[in-house]
Nanobody
Framework: QVQLVESGGGLVQPGGSLRLSCAFS????????MGWYRQAPGKQRELVAH???????DYADSVKDRFTISRDNAKSTVYLQMDSLKPEDTAVYYC??????????????WGKGTLVTVSS
């Protein structure tokens, strides 16, 4: 069973930076595509960034050139470096993946989220 644990959220001033981490366990991380999503109060959850097992990355237009997704297969961890943060980046940030084994292929797994608040 895949488990995802996010960390690194907190309160930051506009223009500041944070780095989120998502620790993965329970399956083969190197084969897993990983995504960061966020949900602001009163809004739907949205994709922020995605990185494939082959290191192909994709970003929401709203975070391009400000956020960077990366992964460390040796540590089974995916990161989201967030720079030039804006108040509208305030949200709970979630890590997501899909199963890659025969028993759970395509099944979605979510972390519990970490809160990012951008405010002066």
């Amino acid at each position: 069973q895949v488990q995802l644990v996010e960390s690194g959220g907190g309160l930051v001033q506009p223009g500041g930076s944070l780095r989120l981490s998502c620790a993965f366990s329970g399956s083969i991380f190197a084969l897993s595509n990983m995504g960061w999503y966020r949900q602001a109060p009163g809004k739907q959850r949205e994709l922020v960034a995605h990185i494939s097992s082959g290191l192909i990355t994709d970003y929401a237009d709203s975070v391009k050139d400000r956020f960077t997704i990366s992964r460390d297969n040796a540590k089974s961890t995916v990161y989201l470096q967030m720079d030039s943060l804006k108040p509208e980046d305030t949200a709970v940030y979630y890590c997501k993946t899909e199963g890659v084994l025969r028993a759970d292929y395509g099944m979605e797994y979510w972390g519990k989220g970490t809160l990012v608040t951008v405010s002066s």
